[in-house]
């Protein structure tokens, strides 16, 4: 049974509009991120977040926001969606600090913005 | 420029051989990881592997800080191994670099 429930796993979204990304982790991490794979580039690291609190963000634009309801819950926000949004969205997870760093992911969600 | 580049960007194997995998980075680091990932799929930890030599079965991993270098090594190559391998560096357990990737193929 996967462990880190991403959904939904297909999206399409027009140009301009809003989708929200799930992502539901049951290995009881404590931290939490968000990647972004495209076409061309290698898989890009957007957020992290430890015990629901924000820990380093290197996505430029505030069109993307993440959103942690509960401690296993770490949801992706993605406003004004450009056609370069197109990407697989992973989200992962991990123990914290002080352990063997690994990292778990889950199956992706695939966003297609026309 | 890149700060994680790994090499060969492809590969194709007969069944049986075996190949050497190679990540080098351009940043210190202390976390290390090797991936395996399915066309469309997710990844899959292959090693987490921050120094040292580490094996697990078919596999070994060795990654030399110092020369910012880490390698992954398959031995006796099976079909079911084809897919892309990943490598990712960071810092206390947050991957922010991963390189492109090695495609590997192995045929009958």
């Known amino acids: 049974d996967p462990k880190i429930i991403q959904k939904p796993k297909y999206l399409v979204a027009v140009t301009g509009s809003e989708k929200i990304l799930i992502c539901e982790q049951y290995?009881?991490?404590?931290?939490m991120y968000w990647y972004r794979q495209s076409a061309k580039k290698p898989l890009e690291f957007m957020f992290s977040?430890?015990?629901?609190?924000?820990?380093d963000n290197q996505t430029a634009s505030s069109r993307f926001q993440p959103q942690s309801s509960k401690k296993n819950h770490l949801d992706l926000q993605i406003t004004a969606l450009k056609p370069d949004d197109s990407a697989t969205y992973f989200c992962?997870?991990?123990?914290?600090?002080?352990?063997?760093?690994?990292?778990?992911f889950g199956e992706g969600s695939k966003l297609t913005v026309l | 420029g890149q700060q994680v580049q790994q090499s060969p960007t492809s590969l194709v194997l007969q069944e049986g051989e075996n190949a050497e995998l190679q990540c080098n980075f351009s940043?210190?680091?202390?976390?290390m990881q090797w991936f395996y990932q399915r066309p469309g799929g997710s990844l899959i930890s292959v090693f987490y592997?921050?120094?040292g030599t580490k094996q697990s079965g078919r596999l070994t991993s060795t990654t030399v800080i110092k020369e910012r270098r880490s390698s992954l090594h398959i031995s006796s190559s099976q079909i079911t191994d084809s897919g892309t391998y990943l490598c990712?560096?960071?810092?206390?357990?947050?991957?922010?670099?991963f390189g492109t990737g090695t495609k590997l193929q192995v045929v009958p």
């Open positions: 977040y430890s015990y629901q609190k924000l820990m």
């Open positions: 592997n921050p120094s």
């Open positions: 940043t210190s680091l202390n976390s």
């Open positions: 992962a997870s991990s123990q914290e600090k002080g352990n063997t760093g690994q990292l778990y």
């Open positions: 990712a560096i960071g810092n206390s357990g947050t991957y922010q670099r």
């Open positions: 290995l009881g991490h404590n931290a």
